[in-house]
């Protein structure tokens, strides 16, 4: 007995594994559907499910005695408690259930008894599953509710090998965390305005700025910051128009900013007057 024992995270990881690859089927269905023209095949909704379901239960409870997530976990059901009938009953539970409820929210939507009748199981399977969890993590045996209705075990082919835990993917995510933390912590302290302005200065040895020049403005004028018809001119005292937003943005983001085509600096500014 002990030589077959599955831990409880295997199986519960087992189950996890199985939704997973229903969930990614289901979206990959979606998308080849999403490019067919609308309505021809969205009525038939809970028979493509049906019929993906049959599909996965087929190539794995009825041909290997797992699911596919317990295969992946070297799991299987013991296989002489699974004789036909009990088969069949499992793929009643898991496929064709699934697909009746289905069936009747998407096309009884009218009969309102129904409904509430099913809603009414849904509560019921809700608590039942969780006695039943409860009870699987006592005995560590049949986390599913099918796996109870049909008295039906988990048994490791593998031996009772524990699974070994790698750290190696939750050190890099903390490392990871704890970087983002740092760069989210430091980045509101750089003023990146400033930084720009330093390097171009560095970069453009000769000061280009000539001062007392008029300004220029007329109806092909474009902002000298933002590059766009320029919005309420402005200027600092070199001939460069700028938005009023872009001039008091920069000048309040940067106590050093520069006009950014010739380098003239001021810490006031004036409305363009046409006159
Ligand atoms: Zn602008
Ligand atoms: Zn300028």
Redesign the pocket.
Known sequence: MKTHFVPRVNQLDSIQLDNEITNLLRQQIQNVLQVLPPGLLSHLQPEINLVLNSALWNFSIRTCYATFGQQMLSITYEKDQLPVEKLAFHYFLTTILPYAKENCHFRLTSWSRLQKLIQLAENALVLFNLVNFFKFLRTGARPTLVDCLLRINHRSLDGAKRRNIGYSYMTRELVWAGFMELLGFTIPFVNYHALKRKIRNVLRLEST?RQNERVELNADTKC?YCSERVILPHHMG???VFCYICLKGNQLADSGFQ?N??D?RSDTFKKVVVL
């Open positions: 700025h000298a070199c001939r460069h006009c085509v010739c003239y």
